[in-house]
């Protein structure tokens, strides 16, 4: 029972500190917190960070993740040689992508406290001391990733101790908060947009850029980053793909890099026990990263950027960019190419009949109408030879060289990509002896095996190669030219008598027939010798199996590789999937090189054939190509894979100038200028 004022003896006249009413009082709670929420912001991350750059020169971006510095698994000479690397280049700089601490917690008393010899204060002083401040004071750190669960997130979680503030605040360097983004720009304007992550949106046992992917392809493509890049799993992988345009837009590309690391991925020191535990007894090696640079389109200059899962091929392409920027800026590059062609041998090419071997059960060719049979051998004699399961070559070259994959110009339907390619071969193989071409496949269309002119067909088909001789390597053997059509009388006269169309294309353009799964072998080096230079081992696929993926162009070529191919080859292209594109992987067994490449080529044809009649568009960009470094010993393997028509072309003249111009003794000549 409440007593009324009027019937209590008592009355409260004052009250020290005054009351303020419940409506004040929640006036001032909501003033507190939005005053905290601007130091939550601060303390959490920035959405983005902006950083420019006071010049426009190809810049080579290092994604460093993962030291766990106070871990016993950690590899500390690489962490510090990769540091002075990028101290002695003005042109490189770095995005730190998190666990740059080992941290501390009860949770992993084996894999983590009784592994740590340093408290966490003194892992941060460490990682401070000895890394982060001699990059600092260069300006090298573009961003620190903040805000995720993992080894300093634990001192956060346990303590709300901000590690990740308390190794950049001081320095100056942004906090980025998971997710967020970093936009380099360039003097003149130009930027490109960085999604950063520790730990991306997702991940897959297969495929190590697989969040990445997710998280960028759920954004509507105007406001999509030019790349984005995680750690986290301690697996490497970099993939640059082109999905389908539609509304005849303009085809853009997204990179996505997975970054190493330091802990538990040097077999010669104890590995990470944890990773022991999961069944991963090493981690993938650190060092990838990007470079960004200019191409031009026209008049207009576009900035672009290339991924890669090893630091020498990173350096390699930013002194290759830049000795091009040098001479393109001076106007002596033509020049300089000229002097090049004449000056050093072109490369002689010699297929390696001992080391090539032909498929044991051939697909036949030959007619099923015993009454064609006549006619027949009087068109085609004996040009049935047979399919390569592995075809060699020996290419004696200085050079870069590189192997252009084409195929999808679905030649004899309404929707043939021939003019285009046309187009594209010209610009790219005329007088040009260091690109050397793969047919893959479709390149013809499904129904011309039933077409009354389709030996007229493969006769344009073959016009096009015959003008490169010596340059088209090999035809693939593809489902389009199995077809049992192509075995049966088609109307009246030559055109319509069986023809062998996979010999018959491999045998007009001087090329050899290969198959789907079969390997292209290239010995590319200065020596006559194929034991003394680095060898190429390219896996040719026609169709992806059940592998295939409509958003992950290269995934059924990864899958391939990793259940069917037996010896693990460098290189595996081709695949039947809408988008285009290439990615790599780290796999430390592999016998040629620690980082496979996959590629899938785009279309020429102006509509995609492998995705259902109710599902016709277009497909990906093509101009997919695979440069082959000369060297001589394996120790020199080294593929630099390209993306588009423009980074094969860029990228194959950069580096012949870079190579030709060491040879020649100009390249201090060429700078100076």
Same mark, same amino acid.
């Given at each position: 029972m409440v007593v009324s004022a009027q019937e209590s003896r008592f009355k409260i006249t004052d009250e020290s500190p005054k009351r303020i009413s419940q409506e004040e009082a929640s006036l001032r709670i909501i003033r507190a917190i939005q005053e905290m929420q601007a130091v939550e912001r601060n303390y959490i991350g920035r959405d983005e960070a902006i950083v420019t750059i006071d010049h426009n020169r190809p810049i080579r971006v290092m994604t460093i993740a993962d030291?766990? =510095?106070?871990?016993?698994?950690?590899?500390?000479? $690489?962490? &510090? +040689?990769?540091?002075?690397?990028?101290?002695?280049?003005p042109d490189a700089c770095v995005i730190l992508l998190g666990d740059e601490i080992e941290g501390l917690t009860q949770k992993?008393?084996?894999?983590?406290?009784?592994?740590?010899?340093?408290? #966490?204060?003194?892992?941060?002083?460490?990682?401070?001391? @000895? &890394?982060? %401040?001699?990059? +600092?004071?260069? *300006?090298?750190?573009? @961003?620190?990733?903040? *805000?995720?669960?993992?080894? /300093? *997130?634990?001192?956060?979680?346990?303590?709300? #101790?901000n590690t990740w503030m308390m190794m950049a605040d001081e320095f100056g360097i942004p906090v980025v908060r998971n997710g967020g983004l970093v936009r380099i720009r360039y003097a003149n304007g130009k930027e490109q947009a960085i999604e950063i992550h520790h730990n991306p949106p997702g991940k897959s046992k297969y495929d190590p850029v697989y969040g990445l992917r997710e998280a960028v392809q759920s954004i509507s493509e105007p406001n999509r980053p030019t790349g984005a890049t995680a750690a986290h799993t301690h697996r490497a992988g970099i993939a640059k793909e082109y999905q389908p345009t539609i509304n005849n837009g303009k085809a853009k590309a997204q990179f996505y890099l997975n970054t190493g690391a330091f802990k538990g991925s040097n077999a010669e020191l104890p590995p990470d026990r944890f990773g022991v535990k999961l069944g991963f007894p090493l981690a993938d090696k650190p060092g990838q990263g990007f470079i960004t640079y200019f191409k031009k389109d026209g008049e207009k200059e576009e900035v672009d950027s290339w991924p890669a899962i090893q630091t020498a091929q990173l350096l390699l392409m930013q002194k290759a960019l830049n000795l091009l920027n040098d001479t393109e800026g001076q106007g002596t590059t033509s020049e300089y190419m000229g002097l090049i062609r004449d000056q050093i041998a072109a490369p002689q090419v010699k297929f390696n009949e001992r080391g090539s071997k032909k498929v044991t059960t051939p697909y036949d060719e030959h007619p099923n109408q015993e009454k064609s049979d006549a006619v027949y051998k009087e068109l085609y004699g004996d040009m #049935?030879?047979?399919?390569?399961?592995?075809? @060699?070559? /020996? #290419?004696? @070259?200085?050079?870069?060289?590189?192997?252009?994959?084409?195929?999808?110009? !679905?030649?004899?339907?309404?929707?043939?990509? &021939?003019?285009?390619?046309?187009?594209?071969?010209?610009?790219?193989?005329?007088?040009?002896?260091?690109?050397?071409?793969? &047919?893959?496949?479709n390149i013809v269309d499904q129904d011309v095996a039933l077409d009354p002119k389709r030996k007229s067909i493969l006769d344009h088909l073959v016009s096009l190669g015959v003008k490169y001789p010596q340059q088209v390597l090999a035809v693939l053997h593809d489902s389009s030219l199995r077809s049992k059509g192509w075995k049966k009388s088609? *109307?009246?006269?030559?055109?319509?008598?069986?023809?062998?169309?996979? $010999?018959?294309? +491999? /045998?007009? =353009?001087?090329?050899?027939?290969?198959?789907? %799964?079969?390997? =292209? !072998?290239?010995a590319v080096g200065s020596s006559s010798s194929p034991s003394q230079k680095p060898v190429y081992s390219i896996m040719t696929l026609d169709k992806q199996g059940r592998h295939g993926s409509s958003n992950r162009p290269t995934f059924g070529n990864m899958r391939i590789y990793d259940r069917q191919a037996t010896r693990k080859p460098g290189i595996v292209a081709g695949g039947h999937m809408a988008m285009s594109g290439f990615s790599s992987k780290f796999d430390g067994s592999n016998p040629e090189t620690d980082a496979p490449v996959f590629i899938a080529p785009g279309w020429w044809a102006d509509t995609v054939d492998t995705e259902g009649a109710g599902n016709a568009g277009p497909g990906a960009i093509p101009g997919q190509a695979a440069i082959l470094i000369p060297g001589k010993s394996e120790r020199d393997y080294m593929v630099i894979p390209t993306s588009n028509p423009e980074e094969t072309k860029l990228f194959h003249e950069a580096l012949i100038l870079w190579y030709g111009l060491q040879i020649l003794g100009l390249t201090d000549k060429a700078k100076k200028a």
């Open positions: 030291l766990h =510095m106070g871990s016993i698994a950690t590899d500390y000479d $690489s962490i &510090f +040689a990769l540091r002075d690397s990028i101290l002695s280049d992993y008393l084996d894999t983590n406290a009784a592994r740590t010899i340093p408290d #966490v204060h003194q892992q941060i002083d460490l990682v401070k001391n @000895s &890394f982060i %401040k001699p990059l +600092a004071e260069q *300006g090298k750190i573009l @961003s620190m990733v903040s *805000g995720y669960f993992g080894h /300093n *997130g634990w001192t956060q979680d346990q303590s709300t #101790v #049935v030879t047979g399919q390569y399961a592995i075809a @060699s070559w /020996n #290419v004696i @070259s200085d050079l870069p060289i590189s192997v252009d994959f084409i195929q999808n110009i !679905r030649e004899g339907a309404h929707a043939s990509g &021939f003019n285009a390619v046309e187009h594209y071969m010209a610009e790219r193989f005329t007088n040009n002896p260091y690109a050397f071409i793969a &047919f893959l496949r088609v *109307g009246e006269g030559g055109d319509g008598s069986p023809i062998p169309a996979g $010999s018959y294309l +491999a /045998n007009g =353009m001087d090329a050899k027939l290969i198959r789907h %799964k079969s390997t =292209m !072998r290239m």
